[in-house]
């Protein structure tokens, strides 16, 4: 068993020490995998919860393997900061076609207060009535994020219309805002009892991660899923427009907005990477110090790309209804199938993406502001 250049990850203060990780050589025999999750066959909304709860099924000092075909560095961000320090983990292969990583949660000696960190649940939210139907959609979406799945269900915009009030984005889909108390307080009851079930993954605490921290999420697991899936997008578009399009003519307007959505975005993720998100982090840690920082051309920056978002999510919105929700024809081939499958996944990716940066970075931000 070849043991040299395995990395450990522990006791993380800072996410910057990983940044080693790249650096590991391929490990080429593996006689210690016992339990491995191929996370290449499960479906891509369930990978984190299904890895979450296989995590959380774990006895102290077991482990068990995820094979992946790409880094899985976001999910390591992600664990570490839905439960804490209280897991080890440790490259077995790392590409550039396949790689094993090793997690195992510790003691709880050895967890220390981490152990107990993860364990506390956040508060829900109150239940909402009648008079407090005036809160903005996008602090309930980020509160708890089953109000996510409901939002979703009944066409609320809670990412680009998150400074929306629950009233005013009921009137905007036609829908009884009766409807949706009834459904967020039936959701918050069942958080509360432990019984909530969302298909989004782990929200919750997003509200209590560092800027520097959610910056970093937004990059490794929302900015790489954009960059990732643009081109198999554009390719299968293109495809079955070729094939398709002369019975289906909605698939040459899908293919023109989807290029215009493509290039605006590779634009926008440069500029907020290089930029805004810099501007941000600096804000946070300026103020740390204590200085006395002029932020006027952060929060100019911060509105454009509220701007472009509102842009982006125009255009998704376009696609929505003309593909009529993702609902596949009864004529469509294979590859028809699998870009409307593709299409669906990115946009729901694009939702959670912008309310991320929206209702809760960018407030993060105006919130530094207010307290200078």
Not at 312 to 317: H, L, M, S, T
Not at 340 to 364: A, G, P, Q, T, V
Request: net charge negative; hydrophobic share 35%.
């Amino acid at each position: 068993m070849k043991t040299n250049n395995i990395l450990k990850i522990d006791n993380i203060d800072n996410i910057d020490n990983i940044d080693n990780i790249d650096n590991i050589d391929n490990i080429d025999d593996i006689d210690d995998i016992d339990d491995i999750l191929d996370v290449t066959l499960i479906e891509p909304k369930l990978k984190h919860p299904t890895i979450f709860q296989k995590f959380d099924e774990l006895k102290e000092g077991e482990s068990f393997t995820i094979k992946n075909d790409h880094d899985p560095r976001p999910l390591h961000y992600q664990l570490l900061a839905e439960r804490g320090e209280i897991f080890d983990w440790i490259y077995k292969e790392n590409g550039p076609e396949v790689w094993l990583v090793k997690i195992t949660k510790k003691l709880l000696k050895n967890a220390g207060a981490a152990a107990g960190n993860a364990s506390t649940k956040n508060p829900v939210f109150n239940n909402i009535t009648e008079d407090s139907t005036d809160r903005k959609v996008g602090e309930i979406a980020s509160e708890n994020p089953v109000a996510i799945d409901i939002f979703k269900k009944y066409g609320i915009d809670f990412c680009c219309g998150g400074d929306k009030t629950l009233k005013e984005a009921c009137n905007l889909a036609g829908i009884d805002e009766d409807i949706i108390v009834s459904e967020l307080n039936k959701a918050n009851s069942a958080k509360f009892n432990g019984t909530a079930v969302s298909a989004t993954n782990n929200t919750e605490r997003f509200n209590e991660w560092s800027i520097s921290f959610l910056i970093e999420y937004i990059i490794q697991n929302h900015h790489s899923f954009i960059r990732k899936h643009i081109p198999e997008i554009t390719e299968y578009l293109e495809k079955i427009n070729n094939v398709h399009g002369e019975h289906h003519p909605e698939i040459k307007t899908i293919n023109e907005l989807f290029a215009e959505a493509a290039s605006t975005l590779i634009i926008h993720l440069d500029k907020e990477e290089k930029d805004l998100f810099i501007s941000i982090k600096d804000i946070e840690n300026d103020l740390r110090d204590n200085k006395n920082l002029k932020i006027s051309t952060t929060l100019d920056e911060i509105k454009k790309a509220k701007l472009e978002h509102e842009h982006i999510g125009d255009i998704f919105k376009k696609i929505e209804n003309l593909s009529s929700n993702f609902l596949i024809p009864e004529d469509a081939c294979t590859s028809y199938s699998h870009t409307y499958k593709l299409l669906k996944e990115f946009y729901d990716d694009i939702r959670i993406h912008i309310h991320l940066e929206n209702n809760i970075l960018f407030k993060k931000a105006l919130e530094f502001k207010t307290g200078m």
